[in-house]
Nanobody, 117 residues
């Protein structure tokens, strides 16, 4: 069974930074794509950033230039560096993994990010 575990959420003041980490039980080389999604209170889940197995990245317009997604192949981990955080970034952040073999999608339990003074 594929495990997906997020960490790194918390409370931060506006303008601050946080780094989220997503660890998976499968090899990075077996993954088609990994990404971060978020759900704010009263809103639908939205894509934040995605990285493919080939290293291509895609960002939501609202986070472009502030967030950076990267992979650590040795640790089967994907990181999301979040800078210049805004109150609108407050949400539960979820990690998603899509496998190459069958394109099945797996989700983590989520980690809360709160941006508030």
């Amino acid at each position: 069974q594929v495990q997906v575990v997020e960490s790194g959420g918390g409370l931060v003041q506006p303008g601050g930074s946080l780094r989220l980490s997503c660890a998976t039980s499968v090899s990075i080389f077996s993954i088609y794509a990994m990404g971060w999604y978020r759900r704010a209170p009263g809103k639908q889940r939205e894509m934040v950033a995605v990285i493919t197995g080939g290293g291509s990245t895609n960002y939501a317009g609202s986070v472009k230039g502030r967030f950076t997604i990267s992979g650590d192949n040795a640790k089967n981990t994907v990181l999301l560096q979040m800078n210049s955080l805004k109150p609108d970034d407050t949400a539960v952040y979820y990690c998603n993994v899509i496998l190459k073999v069958d394109y099945r999608s797996y989700w983590g339990q989520g980690t809360q990010v709160t941006v508030s003074s």
